[in-house]
């Protein structure tokens, strides 16, 4: 397959790491990138202009989100997940598993919905259109884990599995959204599940992990199943270029220990997020209870010890 659309992918050299990370942007995941931070800073500088607190945390989280989708974008990484699946593979992995939950704990649509200006009396502004985005039907349906969990899946087996990832890797605007798709894949389904922002689709903490490992059994069957295969699955990566100096059967099998490997990380990063999520509204709860209790003489309390009471006197 001719790669000449995407650059010199067919002429590069044996990989290395320091070779993969030399810079090399696709202009447009570059000109994203610094919109992104772009608007993220703007709302953080609005917020603070006004005496707004908002947490260094979620900035520095959302940072690192974006800087990780360059890292894989922009730089030859880009050019050798061309031509070497295992390469490509890291560039999955990190676009749909790492870079969602880093963006999701950096909080960007409430940033969005506390910087934006509300719209003056009968009129609509970006504000109420993402008000109205959240709420609306639609985003219940991609929210759901009946579509987000499928969704998840599908992007690994009827993708890889099937001739449209061969006509996608085929011309560059297929491959760019090829890697848009992954990454909105790996927000909706992080979203719910651990997402600070608001969303119509929120279960309990219970529900949330049930969800997690209801979808990451299937990357590691996706990856054993890249690296027992006895030939290669993917027509797009059968012939690599003769100056990689690779085997394609090798570079499938390492793609598959990768698919297989990362889908343990993003478990423990949301697990964590989790936790954290958890145990701070266990506290939030505790002191909004002590809060009603020394607003009304703790009458809740009051009451129970007259229901133990009027057992004692049934005796």
């Known amino acids: 397959m001719d790669h000449s659309g995407h650059g010199m992918s067919s002429d590069l050299p044996p990989f290395t790491l320091g070779r993969g990370l030399e810079f090399s942007p696709d202009l447009f995941f570059l000109i ?45 990484l880009n050019d050798y997940g061309m031509v070497m699946f295992s390469v490509h593979m890291v560039q999955h992995m990190v676009i749909s598993m790492l870079s969602p939950i880093l963006l999701l704990l950096g909080a960007p649509v409430t ?3 506390r ?45 890889y599995f099937t ?17 848009v798709h992954f990454l909105m894949v790996g927000v909706v389904f992080f979203w719910p599940i651990m997402g600070v922002d608001p969303g119509p689709h929120r279960p309990g903490y219970v ?32 012939n690599p270029p003769a100056s990689l100096g690779i085997d394609a059967l090798t570079d499938q099998n390492a793609a598959g220990g990768i698919a297989w490997a990362f889908s343990e990380i993003p478990s423990v990063l949301v697990l964590i997020a989790l936790v954290y999520q958890w145990y701070h509204s266990e506290q939030r709860q505790a002191v909004r209870q002590d809060r009603a ?10 009451a129970y010890n007259a229901y133990l009471a009027s057992l004692q006197a049934k005796r």
């Open 293 to 302: 209790a020394d607003r009304d003489g703790d009458k809740e309390l009051e």
């Open 163 to 179: 001739p449209l990832f061969d006509f996608l890797m085929g011309s560059k605007p297929g491959h760019i959204g090829m890697m």
């Open 32 to 76: 994203g990138c610094i919109a992104a931070l772009g608007l993220y800073g703007w709302g953080v500088a609005r917020l603070r202009r006004r005496g707004d607190a908002w947490p260094v945390s979620r900035t520095v989280f959302f940072t690192v989100g974006v800087l990780t989708i360059a890292l894989v974008m922009c730089t030859k």
């Open 111 to 113: 940033l969005a919905l």
């Open 115 to 159: 910087a934006l200006p509300v719209a003056g009396r009968g009129s609509t502004g970006p504000r109420e259109l993402l008000l109205k985005l959240l709420h609306s039907r639609y985003m219940k349906v991609i929210t759901h884990p009946g579509f987000t969990i499928p969704m998840f899946i599908a992007s690994l087996y009827a993708l």
């Open 207 to 238: 529900m949330r992990m049930l969800e997690l490992f209801a979808g990451m059994p299937f990357h590691a069957f996706f990856g054993i199943a890249l690296m027992m295969a006895s030939e290669p699955m993917v027509k797009a990566y059968e």
